[in-house]
Structures are given as C-alpha cells and as structure tokens.
Antibody
Framework: QVQLQESGPGLVKPSETLSLTCTVS??????????WSWIRQPPGKGLEWIGY???????IYNPSLQSRVTISVDTSKNQFSLKLNSVTAADTAVYFC?????????WGQGTLVTVSS | EIVMTQSPATLSVSPGERATLSCRAS??????LAWYQQKPGQAPRLLIY???TRATGIPARFSGSGSGTEFTLTISSLQSEDFAAYYC?????????FGGGTKVEIK
C-alpha cells in the first residue's frame, strides 16, 4: 500500500526557510487520481492544512500562509516538497505529508521542526 | 474560514461504554465532514468521511451522523485501543479546517 515519509532538518533558525520533502512509496505522485497535501500540528495543539499539489504542479495554499509557502512536486523522484520562508517560533510544529485534498489518507508519520536560534 | 468546534475537550469513559463526540461548524458544510483518530506520537487516521461513511478497515463500532452544522461521532463500545484524540474536519470550503479535538481518556 501507499506509504509516505517526511524528511528534512529538524531545526531551523528564525527568518530562514523551512524545507521538507515527502517521499512516496507503493504509489505514484503522477497518478491523476490523487492530490498531495502538507498539514502541520504545533506541539499539543490542533491541525492546520498548509496546502496541496497535483502532479501537474497546480497548487492551492492556505490563505494564512500563502505569502510564505511553496509546494512543489518532482515526479522523477516520486516526491513532493514544502518550503516555508521567514519562519518564526510560531511555525514550530510536526509537519505531515498526506495523500488527498479533501479527506486525507494515508499520512506520513510526521516530522518535528523546531524554529529556534 | 469555517470554524469547527468540538465538544467536550476531554471525555472520560470506561471500557465497554459508549462515547459520543460532537462537532459543530460555523456555517453549513453539507455532509463534507470527516473524522480522524490520533494516538500519541502517531499521524491521524481517517475514520469517517461524508459524515457517516466508514473508511476502509474501520470497525463497525465507529459511526458518524449529522449534516449541515451539527455532527456526531459515536463509538458504541470503547475498546482499549480507542482511547485517543479525535478530530473533525470539514472539506466543503477552502481552507479545509479541523476542530480542536476531543481526547477520549480512560475513566
């Protein structure tokens, strides 16, 4: 079955760019049937949808983050990626990648990114 | 943005008892409502979509109901593995939004 795995630095300095990659196995990001999402969860808090991408490269972002976020897809590597610039401590969270754009399943295990100097 | 409000924040239930979780939307989301279960240190798992349809592999003791702005997740007889946090999520309008969660704990 499809599995997703996030990777990237666990510590990012304030004002810098957070960069994460999601590697998909057991399925293809090029599938016309699915969209691919990023969702985050600050420690001890609820879930926030960041945005999603289609294999064609079309994206939609949460308006609250739109000015700082970029999601891209690399079909040759079967990966999609998240970049969030000008980060602050408020961006400290577990970042999940997942399949879907309305309901999402499955999810990656998540990766904690801490913003701190 | 549609605000999703879950109640109660914490629900204490004994194993074998029924648990009823509520979710309210700030405006109608029709039946475009999902429920997820999250255990500590794990990713959420999709339980219910379309307000009442169980996802693949989800036991029949989980059921969802409601439409418009009021929704309910019922766990008919709590098993030990059901003690977790539960989140509702609307997918009627962008941005998609989640409720704040209900933690189901052992009484």
């Amino acid at each position: 079955q499809v599995q997703l795995q996030e990777s990237g630095p666990g510590l990012v300095k304030p004002s810098e760019t957070l960069s994460l990659t999601c590697t998909v196995s057991g399925g293809s990001v090029s599938s016309a049937s699915y969209y691919w999402s990023w969702i985050r969860q600050p420690p001890g808090k609820g879930l926030e949808w960041i945005g999603y991408i289609y294999y064609s490269g079309s994206t939609i972002y949460n308006p609250s983050l739109q000015s700082r976020v970029t999601i891209s897809v690399d079909t040759s590597k079967n990966q999609f990626s998240l970049k969030l610039n000008s980060v602050t401590a408020a961006d400290t969270a577990v970042y999940f990648c997942a399949r879907g754009r309305s309901t999402v399943t499955p999810w990656g295990q998540g990766t904690l990114v801490t913003v701190s100097s | 943005e549609i605000v999703m409000t879950q109640s109660p924040a914490t629900l204490s239930v004994s194993p074998g008892e029924r648990a009823t979780l509520s979710c309210r939307a700030s405006q109608s989301v029709s039946s475009n409502l999902a429920w997820y279960q999250q255990k500590p240190g794990q990713a959420p798992r999709l339980l219910i979509y379309g307000a009442s349809t169980r996802a693949t592999g989800i036991p029949a003791r989980f059921s969802g109901s409601g439409s418009g702005t009021e929704f309910t997740l019922t766990i008919s007889s709590l098993q030990s593995e059901d003690f977790a946090a539960y989140y509702c999520q609307q997918y009627n309008n962008w941005p998609l939004t989640f409720g704040g969660g209900t933690k189901v704990e052992i009484k």
